[in-house]
């Protein structure tokens, strides 16, 4: 059985990781059967960043990859149909979500004081004491150097809002009244979307990212929606 190694549930959510809860959401929108992983153990794995798969002797890090590898090997369950113009669609979107608005979350968990003080307890009180006393330091750091590296971390928090509530703005136009984002039946992206929406929703932090997406009624009930179809049993 496929092995999806992830980052342990934090917030409430099976996933404090957009990435993470992603690739889990994808496999079960798709029914592939796998067993989750958790650990923080980033020293195995492939790209140095979770999630990723071991599946018999083969190990592939990065979502994006997984998924291709999941449909190539296992059948394309969710984009079959998809046209080339959905499919278009659908990848602007996802780099939309994990390339730029995943960014803006990112600053507002780690560089903001005090949820930066939520964030360590969450991810990292379970270390033993002399890691739990450097790693999120180095952790904290690294992620700077991240969003700096990216670009994002050179706006104001202020612009770097004004850039996520355009971002939750557009997936909630693009969403309007469907189910999913292509119709009655979920796709790749909407395993994407409900990666970073649930975690902006339902994470402990209030920013103007999440008051967005309180105030677009349609992006709660799509979360709403995904959670009571995929995440029904407590696993
Ligand atoms: N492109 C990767 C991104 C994965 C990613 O950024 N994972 C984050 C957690 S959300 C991570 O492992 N960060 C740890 C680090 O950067 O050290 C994917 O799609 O899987």
Redo the contacts with the bound molecule.
Sequence with gaps: MIKLYQ?PPAFELPN?????L??ETYLLMAKIPYESVYGMD?GK?P??????IVDGDKKI??????IDYLKQTYGDALDADLTPVDRAISLAMCRLI?DNL?WAM?HNRWMEPENWEKTKVALFSELPPILKSIVPGI?HK??QK?LQAHGMGKHSSDEIYAIGVADITALSDFLADKSFFFGNEPTSLDAAAYGILANILWAPFDSPLRKKAQQLANIGAYCDRIRARYYADPR
């Design positions: 980052f404090a990781s957009s990435f993470c992603k690739l980033m794995t790209k140095g960043k979770m999630p990723y890090g990065d979502s994006g990859f997984v994990e995943y990112v952790a690294d992620t991240q």
